[in-house]
């Protein structure tokens, strides 16, 4: 064998080595991550009810309330709001990218949509808070003008980058054969695109929007800049309240370590964390069913 043949071995057995260990030292941080955050979190359940946490609204540390309801609700909402009104529209531009477009925009269009993503999010909230706020208290007439209707609009606008992205790649990867397919049988543009492109594209575009879920309920800095902090349960669109993350980053430097409120904070990050594990499993489940299908 020649030497030239020894030293590629060598390089490739040596690259596999390398990529295995810093897999299983990815694994390991992941999986120590999630045990740390888990034990701490659940250590809440030695102070407080599971029953008094989920269900109750009340959240005063001061009086040893630890209810997280309204945090809980609160994050929903602001996610099904903003994929409720990013979704559609996301679609739409990708629609309108991959199959309307000419050539020369997509090659524009498509760097300037991924451009978008690396704006910091605190950049969202700052515009939030000094445009959308003062927009929503006077166009609505409502107090203050913080809340889940303005927190889930600065909601939507992020998560175009993600839904538009991945929508995108999803409509091109659809085969040309079937849309000449669909024309041969005498079906319109618009035809072609309602009944073949986007079911072809389905899996691609649900993906797109789980995605930008997983993207709206962790999102930290945006929300807690423009959605009034109040521990209480919404009780409108325009009502201030809270959510998940929001919460623990407005709390976590007044808690001590192992307290009762510390774990409290730390298992609502656990909840996060499981809600994006479980978004995440539905994309691979996605992925897979697309997969075999294929």
Known sequence: ??????????????????LLVSAGFLTFIIIALVFFIGQQGLRTFLDVSPLEFFFSAKWSPDTENYGALSFIVGSLL???LSIAVGGPVGIAAAVFMAKLAPKWMLEIMKPAVNLYMAIPSVVYGFI???VVVPFVREFFGVAGGFGIFTASLILSIMILPTVISISTDALLAVPSMQEEGSYALGATYWQTIWHI??????PGIVTA???????????TMAVQMVIGNTPRLATSLFSPTSTLPSEIVVEMGNTPFGSTWGNSLFLMAL???????????TVRRIGAKKAVEA
């Open 78 to 80: 602001v996610t099904f």
């Open 209 to 219: 929007v789980i995605l930008g879920m997983a993207r709206a309920i962790g999102e």
């Open 197 to 202: 492109v986007l079911p072809a594209a389905k």
């Open 128 to 130: 939030g808070l000094t």
């Open 271 to 281: 909840i996060l964390l499981l809600i994006s594990l479980g978004m995440i499993l």
């Open 1 to 18: 064998m020649r030497k030239y043949d020894l030293d590629r071995i060598r390089n490739e057995s040596l690259a596999r080595k390398v």
